[in-house]
């Protein structure tokens, strides 16, 4: 009884703010509800539905190419600078702190920095680039063919967490493996290839299911710096889902988005726990 009483606060907090909103959501999802009126059930009609609107598929389409751009390439730079912040160099501490500071800015902070950089006229990327010779600088954030890779750019400014996490990992690997392959007669890059990664492989194996998480759910910074355009080519998955709950009212259709979303995430998360039996190794196995 007296365990009860200690969960008592959690269990509420639980039932209260995770549970009953989960169930809600699931029941909203079949129901035509615009939050003015109480919901009305439809069944399936908001699935139908959504699989018949082009702009689902618009959305989809450029979320899943945000992600298959943004997700390997911010892995490869975080496992990067990883490795190089491992290294025993004079000011190590000064440099981990320069690469992890980023993702401690506020996003809107961040996307308005970065909205300065890519300005077309003005941004000092732009004005680098007239500067090395080149003459048509590309309009960032309003040409059609940029804005997408401006974002994937953008992300890899947040990736600190990403390194601290695979930091950890490296200085975890034992010292006599990287003895006994230098005494094998093994490079660098083989002794990164062979020892490095199969032995922080779970790391990468982790920080691969919280990228796709992440990389899916993306909202804030394209948001406020392109507000899905231009032509909706940066109009995500999240954006489309957030309009059709807060700004058309459209309750019911958005909580059958976000189910749709779930599912999706948990079949590239089950599919990449699939595949981690082929390439991750755990000690001791």
Known sequence: MRGMA??????????????????????????????????????????????RDPVFWKVLINTAIYAAMALPLGLIAALGMAMLLNLKIRGQSIYRTIIFLP????????????????????????????????????????????????????????????????????????????????IDGATALRRAWHVTLPMISPIIFFNLVIGIIGTLQVFVLPFIMTQGGPARSTYFYTMYLYDNAFSYLKMGYANAMAWVQLLIVLALTALAAWSSKRWVHYQGN
């Open 6 to 51: 200690f969960l008592s606060p959690w269990l509420i907090g639980f039932f209260a703010f995770t549970l009953i909103p989960i169930v809600m959501s699931l029941y909203y999802s079949f129901c035509d509800y615009s939050l003015l009126q109480p919901p009305l059930f439809k069944g399936l009609q908001n699935y139908r539905l959504l699989f």
């Open 103 to 182: 993702s401690l800015v506020p996003a809107a902070a961040s996307a308005m920095l970065w909205l300065w950089l890519f300005n077309a006229k003005l941004g000092l990327i732009n004005v680098v680039l007239r500067a090395v010779g080149f003459v048509n600088t590309p309009g960032w954030l309003t040409d059609v063919h940029w804005a997408m890779p401006a974002l994937v750019l953008m992300s890899v400014w947040g990736i600190g967490n990403t390194v601290i996490i695979f930091l950890a990992g490296l200085q975890d690997v034992p010292r006599e493996l990287y003895e006994a392959a230098s």
